[in-house]
């Protein structure tokens, strides 16, 4: 993926995203936390690549950003 993403590196191919239409009473707190926890203990969401010394090398961070988006209609 790292390097199909160097040919084109404006491409969004490899960012998958989605939305949910939620009619219900939803504890978002409780949502943003699991997510957050399945992050933290799966180093695959946490991993990215860099350049280093011209070679692309795997990096698995230690902390990453989360949030989700809320929209009330």
Not at 41 to 53: H, N, Y
Not at 57 to 70: E, G, N, T
């Amino acid at each position: 993926m790292f390097y199909a993403s160097q040919v084109d590196k404006n491409t969004i191919a490899y960012n998958v995203s989605c939305g949910f239409l939620i009619n219900s009473i939803l504890d978002v707190n409780k949502i943003k936390n699991t997510f957050k926890r399945i992050i933290d203990v799966q180093s695959s969401f946490r991993t990215c690549f860099k350049i280093i010394d011209g070679v692309a090398c795997q990096v698995v961070l230690d902390k990453v950003s989360f949030d989700i988006a809320i929209y009330h209609d």
